[in-house]
């Protein structure tokens, strides 16, 4: 079995020649740190061991080796940190067998970890908005636009759909206002 290369050169994620050394390896498990093009350590990478090959396609045999994990192994069965500390956490989680495998399974082949999420999650900020607020008499949206300053446009006509839909705000009537599209008024129930 080919055994993986303990430094090697490779241009991934198109940030130019880096060079990947082996920090740490074990039968289930490995560390690789990375380094730029001028020799600058950028982050640490810890994967499960993965076996491929070992098959014969089209009358050509290809020898069984340990693959390095690409690019969609990431935050499954491989995961790339800052930290020496972080990557030796993770590393002893994989070989120790903590994560999924279950109780009384033997440890003979590499196992996936499910890791704590740090930092938030994806997207934009959950944005705390004011309490909505409904004139009393019949309104449209120019009108609730201007009651309720936290709000846009659309974010406002989505909440007021919401109402509309659980029958809190019912539409009272629709007026011509000149060009254009009629005016939709609305009213509390």
């Known amino acids: 079995m080919k055994l993986l290369e303990t430094e090697f050169v490779k241009n991934c994620d198109h940030r130019g020649d880096n060079t990947f050394k082996q920090v740490k ?3 289930f498990a490995a560390i690789y740190q990375r380094f730029d093009m ?3 350590p950028l982050e640490f990478e810890v994967f499960a061991i993965k076996e491929a090959g070992g098959t014969e396609i089209f009358g050509k045999f290809y020898e069984k080796y340990i693959q390095y994990p690409g690019a969609n192994a990431f935050g499954r069965t491989a995961w790339s940190v800052n930290s020496i500390q972080r990557a030796q956490q993770i590393f002893d989680e994989i070989t120790n067998g903590k994560g999924l495998r279950k109780q009384g399974q033997s440890a003979a082949k590499p196992i996936l970890v499910k890791l704590k999420k740090v930092g938030g999650g994806r997207g934009r900020p959950k944005v705390v908005r004011p309490e909505l607020v409904l004139p ?4 449209c949206m120019k009108d609730l636009l201007a009651v ?8 406002l006509y989505i909440d007021l759909m919401k109402l509309v839909k659980s029958n809190e705000v019912v539409e009272a009537e629709r007026k011509a206002m000149g060009r254009g599209r009629p005016v939709v008024f609305y009213k509390v129930k």
Request: glycine letters at 12%.
């Open 25 to 27: 390896l074990n039968e």
């Open 38 to 40: 001028e020799g600058k």
């Open 136 to 139: 009393k008499k019949q309104f």
């Open 148 to 155: 309720n300053t936290g709000y846009s446009q659309p974010v």
